[in-house]
């Protein structure tokens, strides 16, 4: 499974839109981003995944570039509850793991 | 509808000492994920079970091992404890082995050896 990088932290105001990037430039066909994130002291939540279309649920928007190598998660107006660490993975289909890598600690700020 | 469960939430323990760990999926789940995350650091993979068979196991001794049983319940066993096996273990479900729509994550439990 390819590798990810994040940055290591992120602010973002509450009701403003956070955006948290992720590389993946060695993505192969085959595999999936998706991305968890983790609140103090709880297990990781799903929040999303893509192959190359761009994707939407009720929790954040998924875009992923046209080649590829690089997503970005949107959650479209930060509340304080959105405090937590976000994890970008990438993963075949036929993987049985994820790798969890170090995330992004995004703080949303009152 | 219950989440993925835990047992126990917290736990101490000596070292050298032995350790069990339990897991019971989402109902209706029949894969379950070990991983173990250290502080500071993201989850690590230990182990998949898919009905009821290893189908995964990640770069951990064999001091750790795992089973499935057949309502698709897990438990951890990890011997001869290390003061560097403290960490929050947690079990992760998902209805079918690749998990590909995503696992469902327990809240964890929390391990420390002394």
């Known amino acids: 499974d390819a590798k990810t990088t994040q940055p290591p932290s992120m602010d973002c105001a509450e009701g403003r839109a956070a955006n948290l990037p992720c590389n993946h430039s060695?993505?192969?066909?085959?595999?999936?981003v998706y991305w968890y994130r983790q609140i103090h002291s709880q297990g990781p939540q799903y929040i999303i995944h893509g192959l190359k279309n761009n994707e939407t649920n009720e929790m954040a928007s998924l875009i992923i570039t046209e080649d590829r190598k690089s997503s970005t998660l949107i959650l479209p107006h930060a509340t304080l509850r959105d405090t937590a660490v976000y994890y970008c993975?990438?993963?075949?289909?036929?993987?049985?793991?994820?790798?969890f890598g170090t995330g992004t600690s995004l703080t949303v700020i009152p | 509808d219950a989440g993925v469960t835990q047992s126990p939430t917290h736990l101490i323990k000596t070292r050298g000492q032995h350790v069990t760990l339990r897991c019971s999926p989402i109902s209706g789940h029949k894969s379950v994920s070990w991983y173990q995350q250290v502080l500071g650091q993201g989850p690590q993979f230990i182990f998949q079970y898919y009905e009821k068979e290893e189908r995964g196991r990640g770069n951990f001794p064999d001091r750790f091992s795992a089973r499935q049983f057949p309502n698709y319940s897990s438990e951890l066993n990890v011997n001869a404890l290390l003061l560097g096996d403290s960490a929050l273990y947690l079990c992760?479900?998902?209805?079918?082995?690749?998990?590909?729509?995503?696992?469902?994550f327990g809240s964890g439990t929390r391990l420390t050896v002394v």
């Open positions: 992760a479900s998902s209805p079918e082995g690749q998990g590909s729509h995503g696992y469902t």
């Open positions: 060695t993505i192969s066909g085959n595999e999936y």
């Open positions: 993975i990438v993963r075949s289909q036929t993987g049985n793991q994820f790798y």
